[in-house]
């Protein structure tokens, strides 16, 4: 199982929202390229980086953060946030990023996947974010009425490299990840799970680690890496 540390960008800042409140962030670091950079000595093998305000906007907004990111480090970066079409997936793909996700763009336009996936075989991965069981979008600011599994059954056969599923409820709330609704996710889909929120300890890991059987291929941790309640190294130890 892969840990993939985050960094969320809200205007060219790392922070960390609480349930995805864009007034409730908590400002971490102002040296985005410095903090993968960190990630990476620390030993990780990924980084996952979100543009907020990009999300938000509906197009690219912390580009400049971004690249510093990708200038810093020369492990992969998965990035989404406000990619919402093929030439704006092309321009992160040439400069650098190894992965985009796709997530309002993927409810809203699901051709936009299959075709991304055609043209950027194993580069594209599908955010799904989750509010009460139903797929939310643009930076988690609306509730659609699709459920979770519905819309990731949509791309079992289009050569999706991953779904990252987060419940909302439990982001950066440190209260524990949502177990149970990425190990239902995992068993109804063939598609590998990056499960995201809610990490807040080593325990949390080693019950994610218990699901990896389900198709669970990946953690990603925020908070509870900036609030050094979970290192990297150990991270890494607990999920091998």
Not at 138 to 165: C, H, N, Q, T
């Amino acid at each position: 199982m892969i840990l993939y540390p985050a960094i969320d960008l809200k205007d060219g800042q790392c922070v960390r929202l609480l349930r995805g409140d864009m007034e409730k962030a908590t400002v971490f670091s102002n040296d985005p390229g410095g903090q993968a950079g960190l990630f990476e000595k620390e030993g990780a093998q990924w980084v996952h980086v979100v543009d907020l305000n990009g999300a938000f906007e509906g197009h690219p907004v912390n580009m400049d953060a971004v690249k510093s990111i990708i200038g810093a480090v020369k492990i992969p970066v998965q990035l989404g946030g406000g990619i919402r079409d093929l030439k704006i997936i092309e321009t992160w793909l040439a400069a650098g990023i190894s992965r985009v996700i796709l997530g309002t763009a993927a409810l809203n336009n699901p051709e936009l996947v299959r075709d991304a996936c055609r043209v950027f075989p194993k580069k594209i991965a599908v955010g799904i974010d989750a509010k009460d069981g139903a797929v939310a979008v643009e930076g988690w600011a609306k509730k659609s009425r699709m459920p979770v599994s519905e819309l990731a059954l949509k791309f079992e056969d289009a050569g999706v490299s991953a779904i990252i599923y987060t419940n909302i409820d439990c982001d950066g709330a440190m209260a524990g990840p949502d177990i149970e609704g990425t190990r239902s996710l995992a068993r109804k889909i063939n598609t590998p799970v990056i499960a995201s929120g809610g990490v807040s300890c080593n325990e949390d890991l080693a019950l994610l680690k218990k699901i990896e059987e389900y198709g669970v291929e990946g953690v990603i941790v925020g908070r509870a890496i900036y609030d050094k309640k979970v290192k990297i190294r150990n991270a890494i130890e607990i999920l091998k």
